[in-house]
């Protein structure tokens, strides 16, 4: 499918669902660099791939890549980042802002990891009117609730900042991953607004467990339900009555650039569900519209 017919298939999809537009909290811009190896990291099929094969379907340029998230109806998005090691954020948050400052769509993205620096990074941040943060556990390598970062949870909690956190053991267990370290940090924190990236998987019902728990905690739905990870680690159909009473908790996902399939394919695993429209609607768009406070929809 090229990407001229997976666009019209956006497009009927939303006029299926009700949906003026679409709200992607899960999409990946970068400095250059950085995005290059990131992608050669995916195309030598390290563990952080689980072992599969991963393909890159949107290695473009960043301007064909914002005009395709906008042929597609999104009409707010983020520009995930995260560490892998010290002295890499802060450097990383000065990129994110001269981003949003010329991209109006993208929603102001920062990260933080654990290190001395952290607390006074992260309040330049918040002064700077970030709205959402991204931790990647898996890749930082570090617990969450490591001394180093208390401040940082402390002030994030208080500013109400949102945290796309990927935390769960797919598709490869790291050393801190997994809802124990999660669950104990709510329990320090628990008006902590996290987005548990990938909805938690493998572990998801520990995360619903967590979500109805924790009225800050959301789920986003990036990969979940697509053929590449239903074939890996499958969500439990046990558990889609909880998925659906938690309809108003989910956000969409998509893990752009970054994924092996068409963009549609994302939602087209959703529309499976058949959660119906108010659901497909609250998901893709009218949730994270809430949640950041985004100006309503002209008619």
Not at 169 to 181: I, L, M
Not at 186 to 211: K, N, V, Y
Request: glycine share 8%; with cysteine.
């Amino acid at each position: 499918m090229t990407i001229e017919e997976d666009t019209r298939w956006v497009a009927d999809f939303r006029a299926r669902a009700g949906l003026p537009a679409i709200v992607d909290v899960h999409t990946h811009f970068m400095p250059d660099q950085v995005m290059r190896k990131v992608w050669q990291y995916f195309d030598s099929v390290g563990p952080l791939t689980g072992g599969l094969e991963w393909p890159i379907t949107y290695r473009d340029e960043e301007q064909t890549r914002l005009d395709t998230l906008r042929a597609f109806g999104v009409r707010a998005f983020t520009a995930l980042v995260y560490p892998h090691k010290p002295d890499m954020a802060a450097w990383l948050n000065g990129w994110t802002a001269e981003f949003a400052a010329r991209t109006p769509d993208c929603l102001h993205t920062s990260t933080f990891y654990p290190e001395p620096s952290a607390p006074e990074y992260v309040a330049a941040a918040l002064a700077a009117g970030t709205r959402v943060f991204k931790v990647h556990i898996q890749v930082g390598a570090f617990e969450p609730n490591d001394p180093l970062l208390d401040k940082v949870w402390g002030m994030v909690s208080d500013a109400g900042v949102p945290i796309v956190i990927h935390c769960g053991s797919g598709p490869a267990p790291g050393e801190f991953t997994g809802p124990a370290p999660i669950a104990a940090l709510l329990q320090r924190f628990p008006r902590l607004p996290l987005i548990i990236a990938h909805m938690g998987t493998p572990e998801a019902s520990e995360f619903l467990d967590l979500t109805e728990r924790y009225e800050r905690v959301h789920l986003d739905t990036t990969m979940v339900f697509t053929d590449y990870f239903e074939h890996a680690a499958p969500y439990p159909v046990s558990e889609y009555g909880r998925l659906r009473d938690l309809g108003d908790r989910i956000l969409f996902g998509s893990d752009f650039p970054n994924i092996p399939y068409r963009y549609g394919h994302a939602l087209e695993g959703l529309e499976r569900l058949d959660f119906g429209r108010d659901w497909l609607r609250g998901v893709c768009h009218d949730n994270a519209a809430r949640l950041f406070e985004l100006p309503p929809l002209r008619a």
